[in-house]
């Protein structure tokens, strides 16, 4: 099956297979999920398969929904195909665009949404291996410094938000 994303392409939304929008660079509509669970952050560290940044580490999911999904519903849908997480109240946190090189000629040009989900404690997820080779709690202030000290770890999109929206995500811009 052939995931097409809802894209801008000359002005106009229409739907795109998604490596396709990468390659051309166009902006298109994403979900992005953090879990936390007070100043803890959920990591998902990338599958070596996927078709860009692999093992790299990222936020608890980010996607690209169907094209008559709700934000909402992707993101929900996500956490659960890609953590085995389900059930978590989402908060949705605003929109971010960005347009990031994420290597081998591919380029991010997302317009997400971002959610929250506060997780009661540390839960344990149930990853999926296609798409993610391990997960790990971190705080917030130490994952800040981890990707100072190493960006090239992290996703471009993670570094993103932790240098520029930060506030809007997690209510404050950690030390």
Request: aromatic share 8%.
């Amino acid at each position: 099956m052939t995931l097409t994303v809802p894209a801008w392409v000359q002005g106009t939304l229409m739907p795109v297979e998604k490596l396709e929008a990468h390659r051309r660079g166009l902006r298109h509509k994403a979900v992005s999920v953090f879990v936390l669970s007070g100043d803890w952050v959920l990591l998902q560290r990338r599958a070596a398969g996927k078709y860009h940044t692999p093992g790299l580490w990222a936020n608890a999911c980010c996607t690209h929904p169907g094209w008559d999904e709700a934000p909402e519903a992707c993101a929900r849908r996500r956490l659960a195909e890609e953590l085995g997480v389900e059930g978590l109240p989402l908060v949705h946190r605003g929109q971010v665009e960005y347009r990031a090189d994420v290597g081998g000629g591919l380029i991010e040009h997302e317009v997400v949404e971002i959610f929250t989900a506060e997780a009661p404690g540390r839960i344990a997820p149930d990853p999926n291996p296609e798409e993610v080779q391990e997960t790990r709690w971190t705080t917030l202030a130490e994952l800040t410094e981890e990707v100072r000290r190493a960006p090239a770890r992290y996703t471009p999109w993670l570094r993103i938000y932790l240098e520029e929206h930060a506030q809007d995500i997690f209510g404050r811009v950690p030390a």
